[in-house]
């Protein structure tokens, strides 16, 4: 069978919307041995005009990438392809905010290839890399902290109410996006996985420094919120220059958690600092999130309404309140003065 007679038979009944005339490839920004991601522009309405003049238009004011995956005939990839888009569509943004969110995919024939490709919206930069270059000399806000933790519990939350199986969780696949456009999602996770509850489950197999002392786990969303409490330490401690206080072996070593708390929260409430009254919430909350014992950890649903998340909730809104009416009070401004000259 050819790969086209094979690309026809497995896209039977699904939908291939998205067209190589649709957009325009900008640039490459990530790309692998399989695959290359492109930042793109919509023919239709493109965010600059001829003169290089930026449009301000809301029906394009989030960015979107386009991945291209060159075709081999191996069906049983090709499949897997198909199926990751399908369970990744089916997450909508008013469902889940804080996935990265799929809208459609194509095939695309360029000379003698067949491409695969599917758009979504522009993940930025992974965890990894916000938090070691992008913050190269600047300290983590405790908002961020608080966004990451935030962020991270809703899709856990409606995953597991969903039935819905992540096999991926660590610092490369939960993504900074943009404060101004996504100020109440900024961090996003990409899914990967998906609905068999029977389908055998090795997610935790692969040990690394963000991993949870379990390697088989029958509630794996208390074993990613492990995770997520590790990358908040690390993400806290790296920014200080104290990265080396994080060992890389936690999970073989849990009674170094203790003091790995107490030096996140001592680092990122400092002594005089604004906020104080949340030093305690966090470290109650570190405590419960990086519980050695998976049978004694809270759910995802359970620590969103722990004391420190309700309390930098409304920190979140009053700071956002704040730029709001320094952007009315500049606005007004602005207005007053061409009054005045015009």
């Known amino acids: 069978m050819s790969l086209t007679d094979t690309v026809q038979k497995l896209a039977e009944g699904r939908e291939f919307t ?33 003169s290089g003049k930026k449009i301000v238009d809301d029906s394009w004011s989030h960015s979107t990438v386009i991945r291209l995956s060159q075709l081999t005939n191996d069906e ?58 992008d913050h190269q000399g600047t300290e983590i806000d405790p908002l ?9 519990l809703e899709v856990f939350a409606f995953l597991e109410e969903n039935g819905y199986v992540l ?21 996003r996770v990409m899914f990967k996985g998906h609905k068999d509850k029977s389908a055998p489950f090795t997610g935790l197999q692969r040990r690394h420094k963000f991993s949870p002392p379990e390697t088989e786990s029958s509630d794996i969303y208390k074993s990613y919120g492990f995770t997520m409490g590790l990358l908040m330490v690390w993400g806290i401690l790296y920014t200080n220059n104290k990265q080396g206080d994080f060992p890389d072996n936690v999970h073989q070593n849990t009674g170094s958690i203790e003091n790995l708390i107490k030096t996140a929260v001592n680092t990122l409430y400092k002594e005089g600092a604004a906020n104080q009254q949340q030093k305690e919430s966090l470290q109650v909350f570190l405590e419960e999130v990086l519980q050695a014992d998976i049978g004694k950890r809270k759910t995802a649903k359970e620590l969103l309404t722990f004391k420190w998340i309700v309390e930098s909730d409304k920190l979140d809104y009053e700071e956002y309140k ?21």
């Open 18 to 50: 998205l067209r190589k005339g649709q957009y325009s490839l900008v640039k490459t920004a990530y790309q692998t041995n399989d695959f290359k991601v492109y930042e793109v522009e919509p023919k239709k309405d493109p965010t600059w005009d001829a």
């Open 76 to 133: 049983a990839k090709i499949k897997a392809l198909f199926d990751q888009f399908q369970v990744r569509k089916s997450i909508t943004k008013d469902q889940c905010p804080s996935i990265v969110t799929f809208h459609d995919q194509g095939l695309i024939q360029y000379h003698d290839e067949l491409y695969y490709a599917v758009r979504y919206d522009q993940p930025f930069r992974d965890f990894a890399y916000w938090i070691t270059v």
């Open 144 to 152: 961020d902290v608080y966004r990451l933790a935030r962020g991270s």
């Open 167 to 187: 096999t991926q969780y660590d610092e490369h696949n939960v993504y900074a996006t943009s404060l101004s456009e996504d100020r109440a999602n900024f961090f």
């Open 322 to 342: 704040k730029e709001c009416d320094e952007y009315e009070r500049a606005v007004a401004k602005e207005r007053e003065e061409n009054e005045k000259n015009a």
